[in-house]
């Protein structure tokens, strides 16, 4: 390996003196593959710039390298000094990541205790120019595993938080409390015996003043850090009650706008999240509709929806967990049923808390069928004699409009809302399509209404359905993945925005049952279609709910069903390729060929029916009403051919003239044959032409014109079967890949449902060292 440095001679002689003084020539040759080589300079001598070039054994430690070169350069209490990578992050080398020496230039620095020891020499001082020196150099250092849990270990981590307890802001100039939050964010994210529990509620107080303080006043890079501390501090500690009581959202939401810094408004957004996570039923619910609110939402789309390009993935991230976090407020509902008593044994009755169920209900009956005058009649919708829909009066039948209204229960359709999920959400979301978009809710019923018995598209049980696909979907009272997660842009444009995606899809729910002329029996069907053009639309992540709407209008049943067909051909033509699937084609292969032999000869046998053709000059002409029939006897040994009337089918020994099979020298086909060759006739004749050679001397043959190409390719095949020929024509080719197509996809089945086969057959297991089976002890085993 080679320094980035030459080494100099005089370095050179250094290392051969060294080998010497050590007395170990093994130390310094690699005779191990596992020995490694690598480069040290040194940062603390002029003369020590071109570095040295060490050979470590693969049984010695690092610091026996340490050492060595200690010894070379003259350097008393090699325990002081330690090894460090010199390309970043410049990390001390432990023996954990000895692999990653080799070849790499490393640099002798300080040990990391004589490092922590002098950075708490200046933490303790009373000058605060050397207490901030100290924070930067913490600061710079404590992203080292190492260094962080030395530091610790030391008692450094309470010393850090005193100081910081006590520090005032005009003796630090907000600087130095910046690097201390940093290394205290780094020591407590790498140090095995630091947790958030031992932070005090002075130190979570000064952070917070920070935070609290006008934007302009403290820089970035404190507030990022605070925002970060603060975060940890809730998600890992028991910091919350303070926390929330001492920063508030609206100081949340001033960061966001007023921050140039993205780093800044993506730790606000973290803190948020962690302030909604950790709290209470009661305050979260609080904190949920504080951010719902339009002008919450409106900083959102301001300062990360107007331009997504510059949204890093870490906010995109923090943003799919606030969504998440507010989706999840939803969940309770859905996993809460509508209390229903039974007082008779047909009769029910609503719990008193559930008396807004009810009156929910009411209004879905009463803004579907309009209201009722002051006679008790309403104006409603019925058949009328022609078999259409119109409007009259009629007295109400509360059994028959809930059973219109698509109610499983039409004698008491609460009872649709006791089954968990989907709980009293989906009435909530029926409500709200009904009162905030009535038209669209009306179309919705109308269409329903105006389908024949059977075909109708029932509103209650689609809604339930769709309620529960929706959150599945969007994974409703799941926690927020830590890594993965997609974040809906649209979901900040609306104060409920399930319930608007939810009434965007009843709308799509009543298109798909229509376009597919679904009935009753078929409402897995569609809402499979359903599910799958909902996830194709969200899988697009739309900005906004107008693009939800257009992105589903232009996914129609025809438009899933042609990409359905276009992935299961990219997979099975994927599949097709795939080293198992090729052997297994060439290990059939031969059994298909033999199939589609038999399957000519069997068409020869049958016999066919060819026109009648003379020569006049150089023309070939057709006899009109003149046919002539040939077919191959069952034995497969001789042709038998002659002349027939129209739409006959003469049996071999009607037919006069005859030709044995052995007797067939060579088969000629188009312009080769002799009836073909001085031919000016049709073209397309001369292509579909085929003859029989008999003698080659004397060139006897019996010459053919086929009607078609299809007939031309199954006896020319069939012949070349007879002959021991390869059967090359298209109708074989076709015939060939059908076939393994099929039998492939007959030997796939059992397999159905992986999620992709093995490109490679996987290893045969290595023979037992002995067969003798029966001297197996079984017991229990």
Same mark, same amino acid.
């Given at each position: ?256 706008? +007023?921050? *140039?810094?993205? @780093?800044? &408004?993506? $730790? =606000? ?5 962690? #302030?909604?996570?950790?709290? !209470? ?106 078999? +259409?829909? *119109?409007?009259? @009066?009629? &007295?109400? $039948? =509360? ?5 219109? #209204?698509?109610?499983?229960? !039409? ?108 009935? *009753?029996?078929?409402?897995? &069907? ?256």
């Amino acid at each position: 390996m080679i320094l980035q440095n030459k080494m100099s001679k005089q370095a050179e002689k250094i290392n051969s003196s060294m080998i010497h003084k050590t007395g170990d020539t093994t130390a310094m040759t690699l005779s191990n593959p596992n020995d490694i080589k690598f480069g040290i300079t040194t940062p603390f001598r002029e003369s020590d710039k071109g570095g040295e070039l060490v050979h470590l054994p693969h049984d010695k430690p690092i610091a026996f390298a340490v050492e060595t070169v200690c010894k070379v350069w003259c350097y008393s209490n090699p325990s002081d000094y330690a090894l460090k990578f010199s390309e970043p992050p410049s990390h001390y080398v432990t023996e954990e990541r000895r692999k990653e020496l080799s070849g790499k230039l490393v640099s002798m620095q300080f040990s990391p205790i004589k490092l922590c020891e002098e950075i708490m020499s200046k933490m303790k001082s009373n000058n605060d120019k050397e207490i901030v020196d100290g924070m930067a150099k913490l600061s710079r250092n404590a992203s080292d595993p190492t260094v962080a849990d030395v530091f610790v270990g030391i008692g450094g981590l309470p010393t850090l938080l005193d100081l910081m307890e006590k520090e005032k802001p005009i003796d630090w100039q907000k600087e130095g409390f910046a690097f201390a939050l940093q290394a205290l964010l780094d020591i407590m994210m790498l140090s095995n015996d630091a947790t958030w529990d031992k932070v005090q509620s002075g130190v979570i107080s000064r952070v917070a003043f920070y935070v609290n303080r006008p934007s302009s006043s403290p820089p970035p890079k404190l507030i990022g850090p605070a925002l970060q501390v603060l975060e940890n501090a809730i998600a890992s500690g028991n910091a919350y009650a303070q926390i929330e009581k001492e920063v508030s959202l609206t100081t949340m939401k001033m960061h966001i706008q +007023t921050s *140039a810094d993205s @780093r800044v &408004k993506q $730790n =606000a957004l973290a803190l948020i999240n962690a #302030l909604l996570s950790k709290a !209470d039923l009661s305050k979260r619910k609080s904190l949920a509709t504080t951010l719902g609110s339009p002008k919450f939402r409106d900083t959102i789309i301001e300062q990360f929806l107007k331009s997504p390009g510059d949204r890093s993935s870490e906010t995109t991230h923090e943003l799919y967990v606030m969504q998440t976090l507010l989706l999840n407020m939803l969940d309770e509902k859905r996993q809460t049923p509508v209390n229903v008593q039974q007082v008779h044994p047909y009769t029910f009755v609503s719990d008193d808390q559930d008396q807004g169920a009810l009156f929910k209900i009411k209004e879905l009956f009463r803004i579907a069928f309009e209201s009722a005058d002051s006679s008790g009649n309403y104006t409603a919708i019925s058949f009328d004699t022609a078999n +259409t829909y *119109a409007a009259k @009066r009629e &007295k109400p $039948n =509360a059994k028959r409009d809930y059973q219109r #209204l698509g109610f499983t229960n !039409d004698s008491n359709p609460e009872m649709d809302f006791t089954v968990v999920p989907p709980g009293t959400l989906a009435l909530d979301c029926m409500y709200h399509l009904a009162t905030v978009h009535t038209e669209n809710y009306n179309k919705i019923v109308l269409d329903g209404i105006c389908r024949a018995s059977g075909a109708e598209c029932p509103f209650a049980r689609s809604s339930i359905s769709l309620v529960n696909v929706l959150s599945e979907l969007l994974k409703m009272g799941e926690q927020p993945d830590e890594q993965n997660g997609t974040f809906y842009p649209f979901f900040f444009r609306h104060d409920k925005p399930f319930e608007e995606l939810f009434c965007i899809c009843s709308q799509l729910v009543t298109k798909t049952w229509k376009e597919m002329r679904a009935t *009753a029996e078929d409402f897995d &069907k569609v809402f499979d279609v359903v599910r799958e053009q909902i996830v194709r639309t969200l899988r697009k992540t739309p900005e906004t709910f107008e693009v939800v709407r257009s992105l589903l209008n232009g996914m129609s049943y025809a438009e899933i069903m042609k990409i359905r067909q276009q992935e299961r051909s990219s997979r099975e033509e994927w599949e097709l390729q795939a080293q198992p699937i090729q052997e297994l084609r060439k290990k059939l292969e031969p059994e298909m060929i033999d199939l589609i032999k038999q399957n000519r000869i069997n068409y020869l046998v049958t016999g066919t029916r060819f026109n009648k053709f003379t020569s006049r000059g150089l023309t070939l002409i057709r006899v009109r009403e003149k046919f002539w029939f040939c077919r191959l006897s069952p034995n497969g040994k001789v042709f038998h051919y002659g002349e027939c009337e129209e739409k006959a089918t003469p049996l071999p020994e009607e037919l006069p003239s005859k030709i044995n099979v052995v007797d067939i020298k060579d088969l000629l086909t188009g312009k080769d044959c002799p009836h073909m060759k001085e031919s000016k006739g049709k073209k397309s004749s001369g292509s579909l032409a085929f003859s029989l050679v008999t003698e080659k001397e004397s060139f006897q043959t019996v010459d053919f014109v086929a009607p078609d190409k299809r007939t031309f390719d199954v006896w020319t095949d069939g012949i070349n079967a007879l002959l021991g020929k390869p059967m090359n024509s298209d109708a074989a080719k076709e015939d060939l890949e059908t076939l393994l197509h099929m039998e492939i996809k007959l030997r796939l089945l059992e397999i159905e449902g992986l999620p992709e086969l093995p490109q490679v057959a996987p290893p045969i297991p290595e023979l037992p060292l002995s067969f003798d089976f029966s001297a197996l002890q079984v017991n229990g085993k």
